[in-house]
Each structure stands twice: as structure tokens, then as C-alpha cells.
């Protein structure tokens, strides 16, 4: 537990773009300090370092795990190192708050579950649009019974990419395709809403290199409700979330999962806007999350829980067992 007149010091291992947006948000955050970032290549990390004043850099992420001048780490690594890079944090006795996707597949998962509760670490995967005021609203629209019953959520996420063999996007031994890099939105929303699916139907296209290119998914629920989700890397497409009711309609703009506006529209006809607060980049939410339940004494949030986190990733291991998405690194 962290005492009540400290900052949280963070630590930042992986120094790409998604850790910089990272980093920039923990202005956001009240009693938030980056202390350490740490990449492979010491000159990275000093030149991301330049740019936050009173952050150590570090060219190996050993180094700064040992260095005593961290709370809590931010794992921002490529997801097919996430496992690997978790269990050195929870081994070195420090909290991990690691990026999706959480890992590979729900055994790496469970390692990492396992490796925390073994330490009496804190863990949690860093799906940050569960902690968006706009998600909060959504709920607190469908927990109105506004809209009635859900019935059906429609999702997409997708964006054209410059084909690259060696890209993230692309390349399999970074853990590439659409699905593990946006399709996990549409995904997550609709287990959100609705919980685990009865069925699961899935279906893709390939690129060259042998990850998805496009991955649609049917699921069922034991409630009725149904829901079809969409990711894909060749087009840029609407990436909205609908959730149709019996008595109404939620529209999450685009881009769904770090949205500023929601409308709401009722089968008689009224139609209501809202907007949604999201500060700088939209991580700050997760970062403060983490940061009460560090305070608090918490080894995981009750929001983004290891179970939810297991099921999603076996939801993952699922589709791409139906596309045929194998990754050599498993």
C-alpha cells in the first residue's frame, strides 16, 4: 500500500508511441509522477525521458526495476512480449498495469494471473476505454432502462494500413492483424454490455504474411441479444458502437472507444445528445483507476477484473482458432 502523502511513482518500460501518450496523460493525474522509463536502446529512452522533467532513463528494464524509484509500471511493449515483460515486473515485487492485449493467449494469461497473485501484486490490463466517462455514461443510459432490453450491439474498428511486412500491423512475431490490435474493442464492448457469448461464430481474410487482414464475429447470448462486430486493417470504416433495445437506441460516435459524443434515441422519437469529457489522450482514467486501488491496498480493479481479462482473452484464443491465427511466438 502506498503512503497517503506520496506520489505514485511511475515507470514506463517500452518506449513507443502508445508510451508517450501514456506519459503525457499522467499530467492529468493528481499525486502522479513518471520517475523511469526504460528501453533496450539507451538513447531511446533518454530522448523519450528529454521530454518529461525528472524521469530517469534507463537502457535496460532491469535496471529500472531494481533502481527503488518505482511504484507501479506501465507495460507499452508489443503485445507478444507482454507476458514476458509482466513477470519480470511482478518478479522484481513491483505493480503492473500492462497494455492490451494482455498477452498472447489465455495461458500466458494465466501465468501472469498466477505470478501476481503469488507476489500479492497488483495487475491489471490496460483496456482504457472501460475506464472513459463515456462507457460510464452508456451504463448508467442502459441501467436507466431507457432503452429497454438490449437486443443488439454493432461494432467496428477499422482503419486502412500501408501494407509493411515488418510493421507491427503486419508482422506475426509482433503478434499482428486486426484483431489483436483493434478488434479487441468491438469485442470487449459487446462482452461489456452483454457478457459472455453462448455462441461464436468467426470468419477472416489473411494477409500475405499470415495474420488478419479482416475478422467479422457473430456472437449469442443466453438474454436473446445478439451482436455482430468488425475489425479490419484494409478500410477506413465508420468505428461506431450501436446498441439497439427494445424501447430505444444508444449511438457511441466514432471512434467508439475514446469517444467525445453519445446520442440516445427513444422509440417515440426524442432524440438526446451528450457529450463526454476525455482529457488529453484518454489514459488518465485507467492511470487514477490504478492508482486508487494501489492506494487502497487493491491487487486488481473491480472494474477490469483478471476474470474479465481471462474470459476475454479466451474469447481471442476462440477466433482465432476459428480464422486459423497462429502466432510463432506461442
Known sequence: MINPGNSI???ILACGKIARKFADDLAFVSDAQLTAVASRDIHRAEEFASHYPGSKAFGSYEEMLSSGLIDVVYVASP?????????LCLEAGIPVLCEKAFAVNGRQVSEMIQKAKEKNLFLMEALWTRFHPSVAKVLEIIESGKIGQIRHVAADFGF???????????NPVLTGGSLMDIGIYPLFISKLLLGQPKTLLATGTMAPTGVDMNCSMAT???????????????????????IYG????????????????????LENGDVEEFA??????????EAEAVQADLRAGRL????MTHQFSQELMGLLDDIR????????NE
Open 160 to 170: 486502412k494500413a500501408e501494407y509493411d511486412v515488418e510493421s507491427r500491423l503486419f
Open 220 to 242: 449469442s447470448y443466453e438474454s436473446g441479444a445478439t451482436a455482430t462486430l468488425f475489425s479490419t486493417l484494409a478500410t477506413q470504416t465508420d468505428t461506431t458502437c450501436a
Open 9 to 11: 511513482r511511475w515507470g
Open 79 to 87: 503485445h507478444g512480449l507482454h507476458h514476458a515483460h509482466t513477470l
Open 246 to 265: 427494445s424501447q430505444g437506441k444508444i449511438l457511441m460516435h466514432s471512434r467508439f472507444h475514446e469517444t467525445f459524443g453519445i446520442t440516445l434515441t
Open 321 to 328: 482458432k476459428q480464422i486459423g491465427l497462429v502466432y510463432p
Open 300 to 303: 486488481e480493479n473491480k472494474w
Open 276 to 285: 463526454c469529457e476525455r482529457k488529453g489522450w484518454g489514459y488518465s482514467y
